[in-house]
Structure formats: structure tokens, C-alpha cells
């Protein structure tokens, strides 16, 4: 059975509404209204093939009431898919290049949050999937990640995938990089290129 991760981001809500267009006061909506002041519930989930576990990811999302779901690991290709009766979700994913049943991404957001999806990050090496959520004061970035563990990642590939993401983001998933800086006991090559990348944002 997969298991999300206990890291669980949260975000604040206020000022999520962008603008009329007609002005430079931000346009409120009463259901963005109530949204105010909330904090939004990001967790990760390696989901180690996302249909295989759909009920159990359902239930998830359903029971802690998550506003936004990133995945790893989807094993999605180009037939593949997944809904979630009586709750109004977008599902947006990035598959693994050959469009074989492994590796591969996937974000999953409440359609009433405003978000703009980007084109796919799809290499070998690294898969994301990422949105934009504005408010009157820009964007942040939010990118579900996969770096498979056959690769051996280098600085540069780890700076070109965060400079896609723009300036404020938040890119979580499975990096396969150990570190004790992140909580692991090992560290590998991967992570230090990672780390070094991580300090310079």
C-alpha cells in the first residue's frame, strides 16, 4: 500500500482572486471570499502507479478535504486517467517520455482555485507536472516532481528544472537524492548536486 508523505505544505489562501481587468483592485468572488485566510493543504503522494491506487488516493483526498495533491510516480501513459465522483477536481499530468507504465507525474487541484497549468517538464531524467496559482501579487509555482533513480543528476540539470519553474515555487516529490539535511542517514552524489542547487535558490 502506498503512503503519502508526512510533509505536508501549507500555504496561505488570502489574496487568491487575481484581477478584473478594469482595475487595479483584485475582484472577489463570494466563493474566493471564503476562501480568504485559508491555508492551502499540499501534501505529496508517491503513488507507485496512481490507477493501481485510485480508491486509496480518493479516500485521501476526500477525507483531509486537500486542496491541491501532488503525485509521483503515476506509471500513467497516453490512455490512462482518473476521476473522483462528486468532488470538482482538474487533473493535469506529465508522463514518462517513451510513455511506458512508469515514472511519470501528476497534479491534482480543486477547480475552484485559480491556476494556469505549464507545459510539461518531460525528460528522462526529470518529469513535473506544474500550475500556476495567482493572486494580486503574482504567481507561485507549484510542481509535482519525479527524478528517476537510474539517472545520475547533475547540477546543471537540477538548475535548469528550477529555473522553468520561475522565481516562487514549490517543487516537491521524489527526488531519489538522499540527504541527511532532509532527514536521510545516507547521502549519495545526487544530493549534494541537489543541495547545492537548493542553497543557491
Known amino acids: 500500500m502506498t503512503q503519502p508523505t508526512n510533509d505536508l505544505t501549507e500555504i496561505k489562501l488570502w489574496k487568491l482572486n487575481g484581477s478584473n481587468g478594469h482595475s487595479n483592485k483584485p475582484y472577489i468572488s463570494a466563493q474566493q471570499k471564503q476562501l480568504m485566510g485559508h491555508l492551502l493543504k499540499i501534501p505529496v503522494w508517491n503513488a507507485n502507479g496512481l ?106 540539470d537540477y538548475d535548469r528544472f528550477f529555473k522553468a519553474l520561475r522565481n516562487c515555487f514549490i517543487a516537491k516529490g521524489d527526488y531519489n537524492a538522499k540527504n541527511n539535511f532532509w532527514g536521510s542517514r545516507l547521502r549519495t552524489t545526487k544530493e549534494r548536486q541537489l543541495y547545492k542547487v537548493m542553497k543557491k535558490k
Do not use: M, W
Open 51 to 156: 490507477c493501481q491506487h485510485a480508491q486509496e488516493i480518493k479516500l485521501f483526498i476526500q477525507t483531509f478535504n486537500l486542496d491541491i495533491l501532488l503525485v509521483s510516480e503515476t506509471h500513467f501513459t497516453n490512455r490512462s486517467y482518473i476521476t473522483i465522483p462528486n468532488y470538482n477536481i482538474r487533473v493535469y499530468y506529465t508522463n514518462q517520455p517513451d510513455e511506458t507504465e512508469h515514472g511519470g507525474t501528476a497534479v491534482i487541484i480543486r477547480q475552484n482555485i485559480k491556476h494556469y497549468v505549464q507545459a510539461e517538464y518531460r525528460y528522462e531524467n526529470i518529469q513535473a507536472t506544474s500550475i500556476d496559482i495567482e493572486d494580486n501579487t503574482g504567481e507561485t509555482t507549484v510542481s509535482a516532481t519525479y527524478c528517476p533513480p537510474k539517472h545520475h543528476n547533475k547540477y546543471d
